[in-house]
């Protein structure tokens, strides 16, 4: 019996030693799993904020260079307008010109 009695204390004890190994190891893989989920959601996260930053810096160029369209549209539009003015005066002289030659003209 007392033989019965150390078989069976023996085998509660490796039935716990086996049961305490076996919640071990679940914990270990619960926590790999826990880290693992965790290290994805922190990849994922810079992921995002990686493409936010890009949509960010897309947005500015963006807005840059429609900044540039616009200020050179600009600067044709006045050079354009002081082209016609140069022009206007060049015409206004010639026909000032004329009026004199021909107010000379009509002196004589």
Known sequence: ERSQR???ELSDEAADALEA??????????????TAAEQKAARDAEAAARAKA???K??????????RQDEFEH??????RL????????E???????EQREG?????
């Open 6 to 8: 150390r078989r069976r």
């Open 21 to 34: 190994a076996t919640e071990a190891a679940e914990e270990r893989r619960r926590r790999t799993q826990q």
């Open 54 to 56: 890009a949509a960010r």
């Open 58 to 67: 897309l947005e500015a160029m963006t807005a840059m260079k429609a900044a």
């Open 75 to 80: 600067r044709m539009e006045q050079q354009q």
């Open 83 to 90: 082209a016609d003015e140069r022009r206007a005066m060049a």
């Open 92 to 98: 206004a002289r010639r026909h000032h010109k004329v």
């Open 104 to 108: 000379e003209h009509a002196y004589e």
